[in-house]
Structure formats: C-alpha cells, structure tokens
C-alpha cells in the first residue's frame, strides 16, 4: 500500500509527511494551513515522547504508538496521531534551521517598518500579550524561525497561531519577569546563554551547531525588559 502523502513547507523547509490513513492528510493539512489553535490548547496535558536518532533518522515514541522523520530527505512517516506528527514535523523543522545555521526559538515577533522585534523568554514572561497588543502584525506569537543572514530574517511557524509573512530582524527583545521593572542592552555570553534555554532542541545531536546559531544571534545585542505585572506592552514600545 502507498502511503498517502501531504507536503508542507515551513520557515523555508520542506516536509513531506506520509500516513497509512488517507483520512488522516486532511487533518494534517488543516493544522498546518489554518493555524486556528494551539496544539497544546487542545491536548488534556503534557505529552511525553521518547526520541532517538539513527544517523539521519529520529525515532519518537509516545503513547504506545511510533513515528519516525529522517531528516536528510525531510520526510515523516507517521501514525495518524496529531500530537506525534506535530512532535515529528518540529523534528525535521527544528533540525534543518540548525543545519542552515538558524533555530527555532520560543518568541513573539511582530511585523514593523525598521524590521520585526523579536520577543522572546521563558514562559508567562509576557510573549503573547506582546504579540496581541504591541500593534503591528504579529508574525508568531510562541515559536518562530530565525535563519542567518545580513540581517537575520524571521518567518512564522503554525505553532502556535502563526501567520504572517516572514520579515527581515529590526529589534531583539529578551523577556524576563519578577524583576523590578528595568530595561538595559545586552549581548555577548550573557545573551548567548539567555537564547539557549529559549531555543527549541527536538532531536538529539544537535546541540554544539544549536550554540553556535544561538551565538551568531547573539551577536546582533538585544533589549532585557523587565516589565512589571501586567505592563510588557508599555514596557517594551518604550525601551524599543
């Protein structure tokens, strides 16, 4: 039997996904293309997944059931299971940026005339309110893709709610909570740090090409806000 296929294309990288269930490419092609919800929004709770890597392929696990995605080809084979072939899509994603010298990071960014601001920080450190009220378009509210270059550029990813176009790197801004409300420049090892614990590490082996993206970037400075509860929008639109 020949397995039904989808192809999606993501912050520039091509994903072929193929399922035995050929009611499943339907679904697969609306999670990617609508982007309504979050995924996590419609999950009861946290997924576990177990993940290793046989030279280009990554094999997750999860819930009794098994997925792989081989990275080189950019191809996933799949169950039809929503939440693994999300886990397995980020695999291929995630790892292809890094290839090319870019990540994925837990941010906000948002469209604007000198170029998208980039927000990015741990969680309930005030991303999506940024994204919701900042003004301007918002290109991604949780994860974005950022790939190297003269500046970096900045595309949307469908998680979560991701839908703009992708723009050219204005301004990074580094989220950070229960702080009193301060605003200063930052950059070197500090920033390089910061970005690591944000970047998103979905597949194992990764890690020494993910630094060096993650201290790339940090070349380019960034703003650490600490805003106060409920003030990251005036917070932000002023060091910004």
């Known amino acids: 039997m020949i397995p039904e296929?989808?192809?999606l294309r993501?912050?520039?990288?091509?994903?072929r996904i193929r399922c035995d269930d050929a009611t499943f490419v339907p679904v697969v092609l609306g999670r990617f293309n609508?982007?309504?919800?979050?995924?996590?929004?419609?999950?009861?709770?946290?997924v576990e997944a177990e993940v290793t890597r046989e030279g280009t392929v990554v094999r997750v696990r999860s819930g009794g059931i098994e997925g792989t995605a081989d990275i080189r080809r950019g191809v996933v084979a799949t169950p039809s299971s929503l939440t693994l072939m999300d886990a397995l899509v980020r695999v291929v994603?995630?790892?292809?940026?890094?290839?090319?010298?870019?990540?994925?990071?837990?941010?906000?960014?948002?469209?604007r005339p000198a170029g998208a601001l980039v927000a990015f920080g741990r969680s309930r450190a005030g991303k999506s309110t940024l994204a919701k009220g900042f003004g301007g378009r918002a290109i991604s509210d949780e994860f974005v893709a950022l790939a190297p270059g003269r500046p970096w550029r900045v595309h949307s990813t469908p998680w979560w709610r991701g839908s703009g176009p992708s723009a050219p790197l204005g301004r990074l801004v580094w989220l950070v909570r229960g702080e009193p409300p301060s605003?200063?420049?930052v950059g070197g090892a500090e920033l390089c740090a910061a970005l690591w614990r944000e970047?998103?590490?979905?597949?194992?082996?990764?890690?020494?090409?993910?630094?060096?993206?993650?201290?790339?970037?940090a070349r380019c400075g960034a703003l650490r806000v600490a805003a106060p509860e409920g003030g990251v929008v005036e917070a932000v639109r002023s060091a910004a």
């Open 5 to 7: 296929q989808a192809l």
């Open 10 to 15: 993501i912050a520039g990288v091509e994903v």
């Open 34 to 46: 609508g982007r309504h919800q979050a995924l996590a929004e419609m999950l009861p709770g946290p």
């Open 93 to 111: 994603v995630g790892a292809r940026l890094v290839e090319r010298g870019g990540l994925l990071l837990h941010a906000a960014a948002i469209e």
């Open 183 to 185: 605003a200063r420049a």
């Open 199 to 217: 970047a998103g590490r979905f597949a194992p082996g990764f890690d020494a090409r993910l630094l060096e993206a993650c201290a790339s970037l």
